[in-house]
């Protein structure tokens, strides 16, 4: 099956950075979004981004379908953006399951 | 719109026993996904329906694990019996999709299954 990695794992920053979560795939996909688990475990759809780029606020998401990657832009942190941040992918026809990666695990100091 | 709807938040069980949980999807859309995590394996896909038709259950564990969506606004994921490898957290999503059109996903609060 298609292969998800998300960069990095691990990412610590103050309030107020920027931050850039990437996110690569093994296969050509159909369906790509990014979400965000807050600490409550709750999980929020960010973006559906098979492709091109999408602003939502702060945050802004790139996919470059051709090269099989995707980027998570996060503006002027803010301590709510804690969380972990997931990739998930689908590739191929057929219903959209989507096959996630690891994620990348963001804390936010105040 | 209430989101997608999940019973019960928690649950803990003994070993052995039964255990069901249970999902509303958004009205009006035709995907139906469970998903469990854990920190080992993280976020993973159980079973899909599409227009209440299990599209692939290649993802369900074993054949202690079984699912239903009897009509459009419910499903259903049953463990018999359950055991203590089981406990996770299990996510039902549902989307407007169609085949590979997409559409974003909307999780429900999960459920917490111990199995003690």
């Known amino acids: 099956g298609i292969q998800v990695e998300q960069s990095p794992p691990d990412l610590i920053l103050q309030e107020g950075a920027n931050s850039t979560l990437r996110c690569n795939f093994s296969?050509?996909?159909?369906?790509l979004q990014w979400f965000h688990q807050n600490p409550w475990g709750q999980l929020i759809n960010l973006f559906y981004i098979p492709s091109g780029t999408k602003q939502n606020g702060r945050l802004s998401a790139t996919t470059v379908a051709t090269e099989r990657y995707s980027l998570l832009y996060i503006s002027s942190s803010q301590t709510t953006d804690s969380g972990v941040y997931f990739c998930?992918?689908?590739?191929?026809?057929?219903?959209?399951?989507?096959?996630f990666g690891k994620g990348t695990h963001l804390i936010i100091q105040p | 719109d209430a989101g997608v709807i999940q019973s019960p938040r928690h649950e803990v069980t003994e070993m052995g026993q039964e255990v069901t949980l249970r999902c509303k999807p958004i009205?009006?859309?035709?995907?139906l996904f469970w998903y469990r995590q854990t920190m080992m394996r993280g976020l993973e896909l159980l079973i899909y329906f599409n227009n209440n038709v299990p599209i692939d259950d290649s993802g369900m564990p074993e054949d202690r694990f079984s699912a239903k969506m009897p009509n459009a606004s419910f499903s259903t994921l049953k463990i018999q019996p359950s055991e203590p490898r089981d406990s996770a957290v299990y996510f039902c999503a549902s989307s407007l999709a169609g085949t590979g059109s997409g559409g974003g996903y909307t999780f429900g609060s999960g459920t917490r299954l111990t199995v003690v």
């Open positions: 998930a992918v689908h590739s191929g026809g057929g219903a959209d399951g989507l096959t």
């Open positions: 009205s009006g859309h035709n995907s």
């Open positions: 296969d050509s996909v159909n369906n």
